[in-house]
């Protein structure tokens, strides 16, 4: 688990341009992208053990992140 990474363009690099794209072009899109984002480096931050949240807080975020992953995944298909 320690070193994985799952910014977006790490998940989908097949939609990098879509990404950038997306990100000048829709402000849904780049709001949900940097809750994402933010997700993930805080996901990392626990993962090198700089923080140390409860196992539940870490449950709630993957949730969290898995279901802004979701709602990008469709914006990128759409």
Partial sequence: MFGEQ???HHEF???EQKI???KMTNGHF????KEYDDLAH???RIQQEIETPSDEVVEELKVK???LKDQL???LKG
């Fill in 6 to 8: 799952h910014d977006l």
């Fill in 13 to 15: 690099p097949e939609y």
């Fill in 20 to 22: 950038h794209d997306l």
């Fill in 30 to 33: 780049k709001q949900l992208f």
């Fill in 42 to 44: 805080q996901m990392t």
């Fill in 65 to 67: 992140r898995l279901h």
């Fill in 73 to 75: 995944y469709q914006m």
